[in-house]
Nanobody
Framework: DVQLQASGGGLVQPGGSLRLSCAASGVTFSSDTMSWVRQAPGKGVELVSYITGGGSTRYADSVRGRFTISKDNAKSTLYLQMNNLKPEDTAVYYC?????RGQGTLVTVSS
């Protein structure tokens, strides 16, 4: 059974940084592709980034160059380093394996 728990969200000013973490169980990090998705108020779910079992990464155009996805296979933990945050990054962020999402963490970017 896949269990995913995101944490690290909060209120940050534009231009600030946050690091999200996702503790996972029931996932084989060395082979599974893991992703971060987000859902802004009143909008649909958006794929932010993913990382393959081998460590290849992809980013949405809206976050490329500002966000970095990484993982620690030994700790079964997924990370998302978010720099130069913008108000449009405000959303609930979830880690996901395929279509399975865990509990999200709210990121609010506002002055």
């Amino acid at each position: 059974d896949v269990q995913l728990q995101a944490s690290g969200g909060g209120l940050v000013q534009p231009g600030g940084s946050l690091r999200l973490s996702c503790a996972a169980s029931g996932v084989t990090f060395s082979s599974d592709t893991m992703s971060w998705v987000r859902q802004a108020p009143g909008k649909g779910v958006e794929l932010v980034s993913y990382i393959t079992g081998g460590g290849s990464t992809r980013y949405a155009d809206s976050v490329r160059g500002r966000f970095t996805i990484s993982k620690d296979n030994a700790k079964s933990t997924l990370y998302l380093q978010m720099n130069n945050l913008k108000p449009e990054d405000t959303a609930v962020y979830y880690c996901a394996k395929e279509t399975k999402r865990g509990q999200g963490t709210l990121v609010t970017v506002s002055s």
